[in-house]
């Protein structure tokens, strides 16, 4: 016989069912990684660092100033300025309650006015480098018998542990500036105390009726790119006892029965103008 002049099988199907099968890779499976995981940040997270010149602020819960994020330096600016008896905002600016003397008129009697912590050599504030504590005061009189201690603590708490640097004698009259530096210690939150003493002894809180304490807290890095001991402070030189020579230039007696080597005399009150009789005076005990 004939074959079929057509067959059903001559011409296939132009577009069969499964030239795009169900089972293909899907584009973009769902179960790609999420781009941002929530569990990707930490529930705490340590200071910001910012790398800059930070100015502290009042923390009512700890009773001081307070640099929070990580710098190259924290000041005070002008909230230390005076005592609690004068200028100075929210005395008294201690951690542990430590207070000012009763006594002080705004720059004519002692006063701490301002304190800034800074990175000694670049970088940031971080634990195991050096950084340095600049006080700037003020001096009663010659600032001959006006001295700053400088202290540390490597934790804030309302019972901070404070170790010496050292002490600075004002040096002279007026504003001074005196600078002291330091190896930061671990700790991610620290600070720094100075006390700034009219006579008396090296003390975070001596007490003295013209004696002004101030604290400075900041944040401090954990980590640090510097190698540890890359940098030495400088040592505090050697504070010296008070001279008795600086008797003759104290003309009040609560001041001259301050300083421990003077001694108020009073005089015998008789013929004073005349050229005979002892005036009152302050002399070398």
């Known amino acids: 016989p004939s074959p079929t002049p057509n ?59 307070k640099c929070s994020a990580i710098g190259a330096s924290c000041t005070s600016g002008l909230l230390l300025d005076g005592t609690a008896n004068n200028n100075e905002p929210n005395p008294p600016n201690t951690l542990d309650s430590c207070t000012d ?32 504590i600049q006080a700037q005061v003020y001096a009663w009189s010659s600032g001959s018998a006006d001295t700053a201690d400088f202290y540390y603590a490597a934790a804030i708490n309302t019972a901070p542990v404070w170790t010496l640097i050292g002490s600075l004698p004002a040096g002279g009259a007026g504003l001074r500036t005196l ?27 001596s007490g003295g009726s013209w004696d002004d304490v101030d604290d400075l807290a900041f944040s401090v890095g954990t980590t640090s790119s510097m190698v540890a001991g890359a940098l030495k402070s400088n040592p505090v030189p050697e504070l010296h006892p008070l001279q008795s020579s600086i008797c003759a230039d104290i003309g009040s007696m609560l001041r001259c029965d301050a300083v421990p080597v003077c001694k108020w005399q009073s005089g015998n009150g008789k013929g004073k103008g005349k050229g005979n009789g002892k005036k009152e005076s302050c002399s070398p005990k």
């Open 7 to 65: 067959p059903t099988t001559a011409n296939p199907t132009p577009n069969p069912t499964t030239a795009n099968p169900t089972n293909a890779s899907t584009p973009n499976p769902t179960n790609a990684a999420t781009p941002n995981p929530t569990s990707a940040a930490p529930t705490t997270l340590p200071p910001t660092p910012t790398g800059g010149a930070l100015v502290a602020t009042f923390v009512p819960s700890l009773g001081v100033l």
């Open 101 to 132: 003397g009763p006594y002080g008129s705004y720059h004519y009697d002692e006063s701490i006015d301002k304190i800034t912590v800074a990175a000694v050599g670049g970088g940031q504030l971080q634990a195991g480098s050096v950084a340095e």
């Open 179 to 205: 600078t002291v530096q330091y190896t930061l210690p671990a700790g991610a939150d620290q600070a720094v105390r100075v006390n700034f003493r009219y006579g008396g002894s090296q003390n975070p809180c």
